[in-house]
């Protein structure tokens, strides 16, 4: 959850110190000022529009199967060893992966994929 915070200070802080150099500098008049404005608010709404195409929602859903699935199976595996005292894990490879998708994911979207895990394993 940590990873949300920092990774969403880091983009505010990039976006301000953008802001800060379009416009702070001395050097810059005119319209290099505005050219260095104009990158920034193109690039934002550049994001924008990436969030409203259907290849991102199809890559989030992929995501969103992938990670349920490895969170569950890390569950039924904790389950697994906390009744039959059996060592059973994940791969370090699942781990690995599950690893980066925490990584990508906003703090919202983990909230909600831990309980869909949840409801998966324990339905």
């Given at each position: 959850?940590?990873?949300?915070?920092?990774?969403?200070?880091?983009?505010?802080?990039?976006?301000?110190?953008?802001?800060?150099?379009?416009?702070?500098?001395?050097?810059?008049?005119?319209?290099?000022?505005?050219?260095?404005?104009?990158?920034?608010?193109?690039?934002?709404?550049?994001?924008?529009?990436?969030?409203?195409?259907?290849?991102?929602?199809?890559?989030?859903?992929?995501?969103?199967?992938?990670?349920?699935?490895?969170?569950?199976?890390?569950l039924q595996c904790a389950e697994t060893r906390a009744i039959w005292h059996?060592?059973?894990?994940?791969?370090?490879?699942?781990?690995?992966?599950?690893?980066?998708?925490?990584?990508?994911?906003?703090?919202?979207?983990?909230?909600?994929?831990?309980?869909?895990?949840?409801?998966?394993?324990?339905?």
């Open positions: 959850m940590d990873v949300y915070f920092r990774q969403r200070a880091e983009g505010l802080v990039r976006r301000k110190n953008e802001l800060i150099a379009a416009v702070s500098f001395p050097q810059r008049k005119g319209i290099e000022r505005f050219r260095a404005v104009s990158r920034i608010v193109i690039r934002q709404i550049q994001e924008n529009r990436r969030r409203f195409k259907w290849s991102f929602y199809s890559r989030r859903r992929a995501a969103r199967n992938e990670y349920v699935s490895l969170v569950a199976k890390q059996i060592g059973v894990s994940l791969s370090a490879e699942e781990k690995h992966r599950l690893a980066a998708l925490s990584n990508d994911l906003s703090e919202a979207d983990w909230t909600y994929y831990q309980s869909l895990a949840k409801v998966c394993v324990f339905s």
